[in-house]
């Protein structure tokens, strides 16, 4: 995953706390999309949710039901 600031992965994201992106470029082909991070209390990994539309909690959690 690519950002303004360079390479990174989604699990640095949710480690560092950043829930939602806009815009980035995704694998080696750069395609560009939203992503939406949820880590709820109780579950060992967070969920990473590729978007069309732009990232709130709310949405996040709407994608993360299809």
Known sequence: MFDRTGKTT??????????????????????????GIIHDPGHCEPWIIAMSEP???LRTLEYSQR
């Open 10 to 35: 989604t699990g640095n994201c949710a480690r560092n706390k950043v829930y939602y992106l806009e815009n980035v470029e995704l694998t080696g082909k750069r395609a560009r999309t939203h992503i």
């Open 55 to 57: 990232p709130g909690y």
